[in-house]
């Protein structure tokens, strides 16, 4: 069963629009969160990340929300550009000293030039 | 810095035949791992270690072995391999153990299995 869900498989933005991908989780013992990118052909880089302790982590044009009673988050891209396209997913892992991360389906971004 | 390197990028085994899918790290990193991406479901973890000579099961182990003889290096062996394991393989590292840090991934490796 899947722990961690995307569950729009892709979207689709104008460039310098705002970008929102979505994730929810089921398994409330997550703590730490995720995000990862990745082009064709490549391995998933890492984005940004957010402990369950706060509820927002910034880093330049990407900021990454928690809502921890709703079990979910969301990536925000401000402003979207036509690099950002490619596949983002959402990771999650259940406690500090967890050595498993739980990965969802993948949302694939295209920012329109 | 070459970062996490996978060999072969392509690979087409008959069923039954086994094959080992290379990885090595030059950043010194203690924990690595084995994904696999499968359409609809996200990257699964496989194997992992956290250091030369620790390796354990993740969610989907069965199948395959892996061994740490060195920092460098985590080669993931496939038995008898399985249409089912037709797939796309990636192996990443971390120089953290304590939780997931952020974590390196290789581009891939690309099975077919007929």
């Known amino acids: 069963d899947q722990q961690v869900k995307q569950n729009s498989p892709s979207l689709s933005v104008q460039e310098g629009r705002i970008s929102i991908l979505n994730c929810d989780y089921t398994?409330?013992?997550?703590?730490?969160f995720l995000w990862y990118k990745k082009y064709p052909a490549e391995g998933p880089t890492f984005l940004i990340s957010?402990?369950?302790?706060?509820d927002k982590n910034e880093d330049g044009r990407f900021t990454v929300f928690l809502n921890k009673s709703a079990k979910h988050l969301s990536l925000h891209i401000v402003p979207s550009q036509p690099g950002d396209s490619a596949v983002y997913f959402c990771?999650?892992?259940?406690?500090?000293?967890?050595?498993?991360?739980?990965f969802g389906t993948g949302t694939r971004l295209t920012v329109i030039p | 810095n070459a970062g996490v390197t996978q060999t072969p990028k392509f690979q087409v085994l008959k069923t039954g035949q086994s094959m080992t899918l290379q990885c090595a790290q030059d950043?010194?990193?203690?924990?690595m791992s084995w994904y696999r991406q499968d359409p609809g479901m996200g990257l699964r973890l496989i194997h992992y270690?956290?250091?030369?000579?620790?390796?354990d099961q993740g969610e989907v182990p069965n199948g395959y072995n892996v061994s740490r003889s060195t920092t460098e290096d985590f080669p993931l062996r496939l038995l008898s391999a399985a249409p089912s394991q037709t797939s796309v393989y990636f192996c990443?590292?971390?120089?953290?153990?304590?939780?997931?840090?952020?974590?390196?991934f290789g581009p891939g490796t690309r099975l077919t299995v007929t």
């Open positions: 398994n409330s013992m997550f703590d730490y």
């Open positions: 990771a999650a892992s259940e406690g500090t000293g967890a050595n498993n991360l739980f």
């Open positions: 270690s956290v250091g030369a000579g620790i390796t």
């Open positions: 950043m010194n990193h203690e924990y």
């Open positions: 990443a590292s971390s120089y953290s153990t304590l939780g997931l840090s952020e974590q390196y």
């Open positions: 957010i402990s369950s302790i706060k």
